[in-house]
Nanobody, 128 residues
Framework: QVQLVESGGGLVQAGGSLRLSCTAS????????VGWFRQVPGKEREFVGT????????DYSDSAKGRFTITRDDAKNTVDLQMNSLSPGDTAVYYC?????????????????????WGQGTQVSVSS
């Protein structure tokens, strides 16, 4: 198994930036593709972006493209989500998740069902 812990959330003004980190422990982190999702109360968890095992391939939701960037450092067992040009609509709890089932991940990388392990989430609040 792999354990995930998110950090870096907080309160920021609209137009500002935050950098979230997902730190892993347990099994070799480089075995896993990693995704970021977010959720607001009363709504389903929403795909933000994902990165493959090598770090060479990333994919983003339409709302994240051009503003958010995912990178990984397997030496540090971390995957970061750099978020720029934040707006109040980005307010949510942000979760990182790891997928060891790569065929499922390649087929549906934006689905929560393709991920096996989840962190506890970190709150991001953007004020107008």
């Amino acid at each position: 198994q792999v354990q995930l812990v998110e950090s870096g959330g907080g309160l920021v003004q609209a137009g500002g930036s935050l950098r979230l980190s997902c730190t892993a422990s347990g099994r070799t982190f480089s075995w896993y593709a990693v995704g970021w999702f977010r959720q607001v109360p009363g709504k389903e968890r929403e795909f933000v972006g994902t990165i493959d095992r090598t770090g060479d391939s990333t994919d983003y939701s339409d709302s994240a493209k051009g503003r958010f960037t995912i990178t990984r450092d397997d030496a540090k067992n971390t995957v970061d989500l750099q978020m720029n040009s934040l707006s109040p609509g980005d307010t949510a709890v942000y979760y990182c998740a790891a997928s060891g089932r790569l065929p499922a991940w390649y087929k549906r990388r934006n689905s929560t069902r393709s991920y096996d392990y989840w962190g506890q989430g970190t709150q991001v609040s953007v004020s107008s």
